[in-house]
Each structure stands twice: as C-alpha cells, then as structure tokens.
C-alpha cells in the first residue's frame, strides 16, 4: 500500500476513475454550492462526479479523507427517467468502491465498507437526479517527526543549493564524486534539521500565541451545553430528495436533535459553507429528548447565525426552550420573528413569577448576523441582552425578580412559519463574561 498519499493525488485519482469510467462524463470538487462546475471551470457534461470535501481525521498511522461523492445524471423534462438516474449513479458508486477494494485504486488508499449513499430526484438547478456517497478515504501514513513528507521536498529542494555547497567540503571532504549526491540527500537531511531548529529557537512564540488569542476558542472549549452545525455534514441526517434535516448532532454531547422524516428544516445550499438550516413554512423542529440536558443555572447565553431577508414569509423560530417538555411544560425562552407587523424580532425569558421579561430587536436584513442573547438575575435582577456582531445591540431588566428554575429542558430549533436560515446555533447554561462573548463572536467571524 502506498504511503503519504496527498490529497492532491487522492483527488486525481478520483479523476481518473472517473475518465476510465463508460457512464461518467465529467469530474468537480468543492463545497456543494459549487456543484455544477467542473475542474476546468467549464460546462459540466452529464453524467457527472463531484467530490464534496467534509472532514480529515488523523489517527497514529493513517489519516482519513471523509468525502461526499455526488453522482448525477440530468432528468428529462418529462422526469421519465429518474429511476434509470439513480439506478445507473448507483453502479458507479459501486463500481468506485470495487475499484478501491480490488481495482486500478487498490493500493494508494483504502476505505471502510459497508458504505451508505442517499439517493435523490429532482435536485440542484439543473435537475438532476443520483446517488450520493458517503466515502471514508483511509491513507497509510504514520506520524513521524525524522522523515518529511515528499510534497515538501520539491519545493525546498531549490532554496538548498547554496549551504549545501558549503556543507559538502565540511562534511565530506574525502569524497570527490559525492557532493552530486550529498546535495541530493543533503536537503533532505537538512531540510530536517533546519525545519526542527526554526520551531525549536521561536517555539514559544508559536505555541503561546494560539492558547492567549480567543481566535482558536470554539463552543466546546467553553464548555456550552450543546453546539448544533449545519455548516458540519457529518453531524446531519439529511433526506436529499426533499431537501430537510432529520437529524443534528450535539456536537457536546453527541445527542441528536430529531426532526419528523421529511418535515423538518429546510436543507439549503444557501448559508455560509454552501449549508443552512431553513425554517421555512411549517418545518417541524429538531427537539432533544427530555432528560438530556437537567440541572439549573442563575443565567444563560445563546449563540446563533440569521438571515432574514425582509421580503419572506415571517414567524421563524430559531430556538426555544421548555422545561419538562413541549406542549406541557413551561416556556423558558425564545428568539423568534413575529408574523405580524411591525415584525420585530424578539428574545423572551421566563421569571419566577411566572411572568415573562420580553426584548425586541431589529437584526440587519438581507445579510447574515451574529446573534448572541445573554441573560442573568443578580442582587434581585433579571438582565437581557441581545448582541449583534460582537456589539451590544439593546437590553433590559427586570427588578424584584429570579429567572426561573430549570429542571428538564428540552430544546426545539429552527421550525415554524418563517422563511429564515441558520447555519449553527449553541447555548450555555451560564452567563457568559464579556471577554468570552467576544471570543465567540471571534469564533464566527474566523469561520464566516
């Protein structure tokens, strides 16, 4: 088996399969919102393959490439052939793994079996209907700080020449028709120490730098409750014939959010990184199971992304919460737009009292937004606040009063009658400090 296979060559290869194979006609790469392009830019000839890129893990000696394959073929307008579609994309799919288990792919990389892919009908703008395989690409190579990978040598090889001129009467001197070959295995070699020293003299730079800059902190390293991503595919169950979510995976606790099958938010290749959950018209919303997330806090902060464009249908819930469960319990809090006008936007908490402390807001339209609603009872004060792009948008309070207590809260995201979209949301069952919200709001704007 080959080693140290790039990703460069995993993709070539994944071109040439599809050039030796009689059905495929084209080949593409990308996020998914690039789907239709090929690798010259040029008009996609169908039937078509295109590689949708998600996740690498790498493990002691192998690394893993997890790839989307999409294999399309165009519908006629008459959508008389969407059975030999999907039939004929799932051939091929099959036919890529036979060529990685016992093919002309056998022996550059390996992948794990069984393999699911999800078929679909009447998908993307040009209508077409096949497979999508989900494909776990397993590369053979170990971790090993003495030997350089070859992609670099190349590309060093050229800066070397010239101390290697003055290493080589040093080194060895004895050797009249070596320093041919001492050159040549010389940048290697020192292209080894010479790569080891530089992070060894300012390796405290490096290393430092990322632990003090709020840049490298996500949700989990602050420790929230739950992080739902629909920009992270692998975290999803999507059914790709109507376009809607089933399933999102905390990415904490590695629960699921569950939606009906084929009613709940929309999937769309409209969001940052080509994906977005979509409230859209009556989309039942991803719930967790009541006994997943207990106990009680004295505040909470919530973080999500939105676009509200200001023409669409209103009423969108990004999120909401009940305590023991959803119709029974009692409703702890929301955001969500309103359907009547004025059409504000609104962040609800509920108090002791068994009152609710309400604030409107006024997202920026027809662009994406930051939002981030954080909320905390001291001295006998309920405070809310709404942010926006890492800034302090409005706030209120409520004097004499204690949020309320919590017990069993079950979670329901982006469902309802608006047209709004989401690419990811997470919440903390604690209020967050100032310079935490800005390492969030850091978060989205490196990602975003």
């Not at 955001?335 to 409107?360: C, E, H, I, K, M």
């Not at 792009?389 to 009063?401: P, R």
């Amino acid at each position: 088996m080959e080693e140290y296979v790039s990703f460069h060559k995993v993709l070539d290869l994944l071109q040439s399969f599809q050039e030796n194979n009689p059905r495929l006609n084209s080949f593409g790469y990308g996020n998914l919102v690039d789907f239709g392009k090929n690798v010259s830019g040029t008009t996609v000839v169908y039937p078509f393959l295109f590689i949708v890129p998600l996740s690498i893990q790498y493990d002691e000696n192998t690394t893993t490439y997890q790839v989307t394959a999409i294999f399309a073929d165009r519908l006629n307008e008459s959508l008389d052939n969407e059975k030999d579609c999907v039939s004929d994309m799932s051939l091929c799919a099959r036919d890529l793994l036979s060529q990685i288990k016992r093919g002309d792919l056998f022996g550059y990389f390996e992948t794990t079996l069984p393999a699911q892919a999800q078929p679909f009908m009447e998908r993307f703008n040009d209508n077409v209907a096949g497979v999508a395989l989900d494909l776990n690409i397993q590369i053979f190579e170990d971790i090993n700080a003495c030997v350089q990978y070859p992609t670099p040598t190349p590309t060093n090889t050229p800066n070397q020449p010239t101390p290697s001129v003055t290493a080589s009467p040093t080194v060895t001197p004895s050797i009249t028709s070596s320093p041919t070959n001492t050159p040549s295995v010389t940048p290697t070699n020192t292209m080894t120490p010479t790569n080891t020293q530089t992070p060894g003299l300012p390796s405290p730079t490096p290393t430092n730098t990322p632990s003090s800059t709020p840049v490298v902190l996500d949700p989990a390293s602050l420790n929230a409750l739950w992080w739902v991503d629909f920009t992270d595919a692998s975290t999803l169950t999507i059914n790709y014939f109507p376009g809607t979510v089933d399933n999102a995976d905390d990415k904490i606790a590695n629960v699921a959010f569950s939606a009906s099958t084929l009613f709940g938010p929309g999937y769309n290749a409209t969001g940052y990184n080509g994906v977005s959950g979509d409230t859209q018209t009556n989309a039942v919303p991803l719930e967790n199971q009541l006994g997943t997330y207990t106990g009680h806090k004295d505040g909470f902060t919530w973080f999500g992304t939105l676009k509200d464009d200001g023409v669409s249908q209103r009423g969108g819930c990004l999120v909401e919460s009940y305590d023991g469960g959803f119709p029974s319990g009692t409703r702890v809090f929301f955001v969500r737009d309103t359907n009547t006008p004025p059409y504000t936007w609104y962040a609800r908490v509920r108090l002791q009292s068994g009152s609710d402390l309400d604030l409107g807001f006024n997202p920026v339209l027809s662009a994406w937004t930051s939002i981030a609603v954080r909320t905390w009872t001291q001295s006998g004060t309920v405070n809310l606040e709404v942010w926006e792009n890492g800034s302090l948008l409005t706030s209120t309070s409520a004097a004499g009063q204690a949020l309320y207590t919590l017990s069993d809260q079950q979670f329901r995201l982006v469902f309802d009658g608006g047209i709004d979209f989401n690419t990811e949301q997470f919440y903390f069952d604690k209020k967050l400090s100032n310079s935490q919200m800005t390492s969030m709001f850091t978060y989205f704007n490196n990602k975003y």
